[in-house]
């Protein structure tokens, strides 16, 4: 397998692809990133004190900052709460009729997550930006900067609001047999869309007769990643070979091996652990 097959910068989107994409499977991703930069908005707004003269920035009262900052945190607990609580029955009706695989699809939506985390995030920046405005942790400068982040969270939260219906839409279609077989076709095309581009993986057609070692993995599971990259530096050292003939579940060899590698050369113990670096459990 010469280097000239293996296209680096290709693994190194899938592996960031493998690493990325469990994280779309865990609801709270979202919103604690969104939290995360709303305490960081808040504490940050602080600096400004230190790099603006107070004479050059409009003056700000201390009260209109709070009471907008009550409001802002009221009414998002509250939509934060109904979302939470419409996104539960809907996986709730979805899980009943998705099946395992399907399901993880299901929770990655990205409008719904999106959403809850901004409604999220903005009760967030509103608690903390309260609790900072009136232990007088800003100055002039400080407060008209929080000002400023606290108009650009509401254009989002109005943003947000304005497409609720369409948040709701989704909401209601979410359990649906149709919206979940819609959701998985879209990955499967795109999962067939990525081998299309490459068949191979970067490596060159395997020979019509393969003679080797076959070296069968130790553990039943779905193989969701193969690293083509580190089979690439086995192979270079002792300038051989190394071919991955997969059988497909429609192919008779199932019953003897799901996969099987073979080595033309010395035999190395790590060959396994390369080629099939992340695995999951199978379903029963």
């Given amino acids: 397998m010469p280097s000239d097959y293996v296209e680096r910068p290709h693994a190194m989107r899938e592996q960031c692809r493998m690493l990325l994409n469990p994280l779309r499977d865990r609801l709270w991703i979202k919103p604690l990133i969104a939290c995360a930069l709303s305490v960081a908005g808040v504490l940050l707004a602080h600096l400004a004190d230190s790099m603006v003269v107070d004479g050059s920035v409009p003056q700000v009262m201390q009260t209109s900052v709070v009471e907008l900052l009550k409001i802002i945190a009221a009414s998002m607990l509250a939509i934060a709460a109904v979302a939470v609580a419409s996104m539960v029955s809907a996986y709730a009706s979805a899980g009943q009729v998705a099946t395992a695989r399907a399901f993880p699809l299901i929770v990655a939506d990205d409008l719904l997550q999106n959403a809850l985390s901004i409604f999220m995030g903005a009760f967030i920046f509103g608690i903390v930006g309260i609790s900072a405005a ?124 799901r996969h099987a590698d073979y080595w033309h050369g010395p035999v190395l113990p790590s060959l396994p652990e390369a080629a099939v670096r992340h695995r999951s459990p199978a379903s029963p």
């Fill in 134 to 257: 009136m232990n007088g942790y800003y100055g002039r400068a400080g407060r008209f900067t929080l000002f400023v982040l606290m108009v650009v969270v509401l254009v989002i939260v109005v943003i947000v609001v304005l497409t609720f219906v369409r948040w709701v839409d989704r909401i209601a279609r979410l359990g649906r047999i149709g919206a979940i077989i819609e959701k998985v076709e879209q990955a499967t095309a795109a999962s067939l869309a990525r081998r299309q581009r490459q068949p191979w993986m970067g490596s060159v057609t395997a020979a019509a007769t393969v003679q080797g070692i076959a070296v069968h993995g130790g553990q039943t599971g779905y193989i969701q990643h193969i690293d083509i990259a580190r089979l690439q530096r086995l192979a270079e050292p002792a300038l051989q070979r190394a071919e991955r003939a997969m059988v497909f579940p429609d192919d008779i060899e199932q019953v003897r091996a």
